[in-house]
C-alpha cells in the first residue's frame, strides 16, 4: 500500500511513522510547514521537505532584513503553498491513502486538493487539543465540521476525541486509540525505575501559557511548603513564565527546588524515574504524555483531566489523583498531601498501573495493533 503522510515535523509524528519500518507498504511524507530537514530516524520514508521556495537566491536572507516589503512582493512569486506540493505528489505518487496528522495544519489545510482526488482514501489522526480545544472557536469549529465529514478513518489519542469527532460530523470508521507517537521501549526505561521507598522526588510538568498550567500547582506547593521539605521538586520543561513565578514567590530560594530547561524525552523519564510523584496540569489536552510517562515510570500521577481524557486510565483515588479544576491552587495543594500522607494508597496505584495498564503501552505492542489497522485498510482496498 502506498501511503502518503501529511504532517508537521514533530517527533510524535516520527515515532508513528517508525512503526511502518519493514511493513512493506511504501510511505511518503510531506512537511507542512517545511522545516529543510531531512529526519534520519525515518529514513525508510521518501521525505518532501525543502519544497517550499521555487528558488533559494543569493542574498534572500539579506532582502528580507534591509527591505522586507520588496521581499515579501518576491516571496509572492517564489514561494509554493502546501495544496499545490501535495497536488503535484497525488500525481507523482498515486497513493492509496493520504494519511493527515492534526486537523488544521494538516488536514483542513489540504481539504481543497483532498477533493480533488475523492478516489483516495483518507485518514486523520487527532492529536491533543485538536477537537476538544479547537472546538471552542467559531473559526476552528467551522474548519472541523467541514473537514470531518470527508475523512474515511481516524485515529485518536483519547476515546473522547472519536466521540467528539462522531458529534462533529465524522461518519467514517474509527480505527482506534493510541499514543500520539506509538508506545514506549519499556524495557530501555525500567533500569532507570528506583524501588517506591527510595523516591523522595516531586516532578511537575514546567509550562506555563495559553494551555498550561505550571504556575497553579507552583502556587498550591506555596501553600503546603513545610509538608514538603522532605522531597526534591523538580519541574521540567519550565519556560519563561515560570521562571519568573518561581522567582517571585520565592520557590528559587527554596533548598528543594529547581527548575530544568530543555530536557530531552529520555533525560525527563530518567527524572521520572526517581520521582515519587508526578503532576501535570493545563485547561486542555488528550491523553497526556506526562500521564502515559508517569505511569511507565511507576511514579503517582496527579493529572488534569479536560474534558474527562485522562479519566480513561485513572479512576480518581484509586490508581492516581485527578484535578477536577487546573485553575484552583488550592485544591491541587490538597492532592498533594493527599498523596505525600497516604504513601500505601500511592503504592498500591503504582502497582495497579504496572500490572493493568503499562504493558499495554510497550512500544511493540503498540506497533503491532497500528499496523493492523493499516492491513484493515489494505484489505478494504482490494475488496
Known amino acids: 500500500m502506498r501511503i502518503l503522510m501529511v504532517s508537521m515535523f514533530s517527533i510524535h509524528f ?19 510547514f ?23 537566491y543569493p542574498g534572500r536572507y539579506l532582502l528580507k532584513s534591509k527591505v522586507p516589503a520588496l521581499y515579501n512582493v518576491i516571496n509572492k512569486i517564489n514561494q509554493r503553498d502546501l495544496n499545490s506540493i501535495l497536488e503535484e ?15 488544521q495544519s494538516a488536514t483542513f489545510s489540504i481539504l481543497k486538493t483532498m477533493k480533488i482526488f475523492p478516489e483516495i482514501k483518507w485518514v486523520y489522526s487527532a492529536w491533543g ?32 476525541d472519536y466521540l467528539l469527532a462522531k458529534d462533529l460530523g465524522f461518519n467514517g470508521k474509527y480505527l482506534g486509540t493510541y499514543p500520539t507517537g506509538g508506545g514506549y521501549n519499556l524495557a530501555e526505561y525500567d533500569k532507570f525505575n528506583s524501588d517506591f521507598e527510595d523516591r523522595h522526588g516531586i516532578i511537575i510538568k514546567g509550562y506555563q501559557g495559553k494551555l498550561g498550567r505550571c504556575n497553579k500547582v507552583l502556587e498550591g ?33 527554596w533548598s528543594n527546588f ?7 524525552q529520555a533525560e525527563v523519564l530518567k527524572l521520572m524515574g526517581d520521582a515519587k510523584i508526578s503532576i501535570g496540569n493545563s485547561i486542555s489536552d488528550g491523553l497526556p504524555n506526562t500521564l502515559l510517562e ?36 488550592i485544591e491541587i495543594g490538597e492532592l498533594l498531601l493527599k498523596a505525600i500522607n497516604d504513601p500505601v494508597f500511592m503504592k498500591r ?15 511493540n505492542n503498540i506497533k503491532i495493533q497500528v499496523q493492523k489497522q493499516y492491513r484493515i485498510i489494505e484489505k478494504q482496498l482490494i475488496n
Open 34 to 56: 517545511d522545516s529543510n530537514t531531512s529526519v534520519k530516524s525515518i529514513d525508510f520514508i521518501e521525505q518532501t521537505v525543502g519544497w517550499r521556495n521555487r528558488w533559494d
Open 294 to 329: 508517569a505511569i511507565i515510570m511507576n511514579s503517582f500521577p496527579i493529572q488534569s483531566n479536560p474534558g474527562g481524557a485522562s479519566s480513561e486510565l485513572i479512576a480518581h483515588e484509586e490508581n492516581g489523583l485527578l484535578i477536577a479544576d487546573p485553575e484552583n491552587p
Open 129 to 160: 487539543n485538536d477537537l476538544f480545544y479547537r472546538k471552542n472557536f467559531e473559526n476552528d469549529l467551522n474548519n472541523i465540521k467541514t473537514t470531518l465529514p470527508e475523512i474515511d478513518y481516524m485515529f485518536a489519542d483519547c476515546s473522547r
Open 221 to 253: 506547593l506555596t501553600m503546603i511548603k513545610t509538608e514538603l521539605k522532605d522531597y526534591k521538586i523538580s519541574v521540567y520543561g519550565a519556560n519563561k513564565e515560570v521562571y519568573e513565578f518561581a522567582k517571585k514567590n520565592g520557590l528559587l530560594e
Open 89 to 103: 505528489k497525488i500525481k507523482e505518487i498515486q497513493p492509496d491513502i493520504v494519511h493527515s496528522f492534526v486537523l
Open 258 to 264: 529547581i527548575i530544568k530547561y530543555n530536557l530531552s
Open 14 to 32: 516520527f515515532r508513528w511513522a517508525e512503526q511502518l519500518r519493514d511493513t512493506g507498504h511504501q510511505v511518503y511524507w510531506i512537511d507542512v
Open 349 to 363: 496505584a503504582i502497582i495497579h498501573n504496572s500490572e493493568y495498564i503499562k504493558p499495554y503501552l510497550e512500544r
